[in-house]
């Protein structure tokens, strides 16, 4: 069985006194939920978050790291800096750093391969733009990520990496892939885990659905059978509607 895992990621949001009040209201809120609750924050925010969450059932992540241990890579974060102040997660390749920050699906293996040789968890995003779909290359796109960012990775280490299915179109944009259409590309997307490494490797692999999640729509989403849980964007800045989709 896989245990769901809803997500959020803060983006470029929140200070470091507004980190805390929001984990403060957030905490009791989920402190009974059944699936794993994660929040990615802004690296000035880990030290933080991991210190107001303490004792508490939600985990932290940054929203990135570097592919190299260390040197000449001003502006990188290293895993090793991130393991050190206690962040468990990492999300890698999101669409929004794909677009704006050329990362391709070479340095999204490379950080992959960089946060699993020092024990983070990688959140790995792929995802089609709305051109893409419309062209109906949706599968191709993903499989191409999914092969590219994978490469040379075990079956092994594949046990602690979570796949955020994230379709472009959909992130911050308010509109939500329905149901079906999640559930479909999910599903070829572990059909492609599976194709590289055998059904139960795939099987085991947890795969979120991202874009324009919330209140209203995670219920629905999550009772798809292969969407484990939701990388949240916008409903995550706000403990009443994380926690609502936290309890789907
Ligand atoms: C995201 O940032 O990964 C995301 C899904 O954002 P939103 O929920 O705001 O669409």
Same mark, same amino acid.
């Given at each position: 069985?896989?245990? =769901?895992?809803?997500?959020?990621? +803060?983006?470029?949001?929140?200070? &470091?006194?507004?980190?805390?009040?929001?984990?403060?209201?957030?905490?009791? %809120?989920?402190?009974?939920?059944?699936?794993?609750?994660?929040?990615?924050?802004?690296?000035?925010?880990?030290?933080? !978050?991991?210190?107001?969450?303490?004792?508490?059932?939600?985990?932290?992540?940054?929203?990135?790291?570097? +592919?190299?241990? !260390?040197?000449?890579?001003?502006?990188?974060? $290293?895993?090793?800096? %991130?393991?050190?102040?206690?962040?468990?997660?990492?999300?890698?390749?999101?669409?929004?750093?794909?677009?704006?920050?050329?990362?391709?699906?070479?340095?999204? &293996?490379?950080?992959?391969?960089?946060?699993?040789?020092?024990?983070?968890?990688?959140?790995?995003?792929?995802?089609?733009?709305? !051109?893409?779909?419309?062209?109906?290359?949706?599968?191709?796109?993903?499989?191409?990520?999914?092969?590219?960012?994978?490469?040379?990775?075990?079956?092994?280490? %594949?046990?602690?990496?979570?796949?955020?299915?994230?379709?472009? +179109?959909?992130?911050?944009?308010? @509109?939500? *892939?329905? $149901?079906?259409?999640?559930?479909?590309?999910? @599903?070829?997307?572990?059909?492609?885990?599976?194709?590289?490494?055998?059904?139960?490797?795939?099987?085991?692999?947890?795969?979120?659905?991202?874009? $324009?999640?919330?209140?209203?729509?995670?219920?629905?989403?999550?009772?798809? =059978?292969?969407?484990?849980?939701?990388?949240?964007?916008? *409903?995550?800045?706000?403990?009443?509607?994380?926690?609502?989709?936290?309890?789907?």
């Amino acid at each position: 069985m896989r245990k =769901p895992i809803i997500a959020g990621n +803060w983006k470029m949001n929140k200070t &470091n006194a507004e980190a805390e009040k929001l984990i403060g209201e957030l905490k009791p %809120l989920v402190a009974d939920a059944k699936c794993e609750v994660v929040i990615c924050v802004p690296y000035t925010c880990i030290a933080t !978050a991991v210190k107001a969450t303490a004792g508490s059932n939600i985990a932290v992540g940054a929203e990135n790291v570097a +592919w190299a241990d !260390a040197g000449a890579f001003t502006g990188e974060i $290293s895993a090793e800096m %991130l393991k050190e102040i206690g962040t468990e997660y990492v999300i890698i390749g999101h669409s929004e750093r794909r677009q704006m920050f050329g990362e391709t699906d070479e340095t999204v &293996n490379k950080r992959t391969v960089q946060a699993l040789k020092n024990g983070l968890k990688p959140i790995v995003c792929v995802g089609e733009t709305l !051109a893409e779909r419309e062209s109906g290359k949706t599968e191709t796109v993903v499989k191409t990520q999914v092969k590219g960012g994978f490469d040379g990775i075990s079956a092994a280490d %594949l046990k602690n990496v979570v796949v955020a299915y994230e379709p472009v +179109w959909a992130i911050g944009t308010g @509109k939500t *892939a329905t $149901s079906e259409q999640a559930e479909e590309t999910i @599903k070829y997307i572990r059909s492609v885990f599976a194709d590289l490494y055998g059904k139960s490797v795939a099987d085991e692999l947890r795969i979120q659905y991202g874009g $324009s999640m919330n209140p209203k729509n995670a219920s629905e989403l999550m009772a798809q =059978p292969d969407i484990d849980g939701g990388l949240i964007g916008g *409903a995550s800045l706000k403990a009443e509607d994380f926690a609502k989709v936290v309890k789907y």
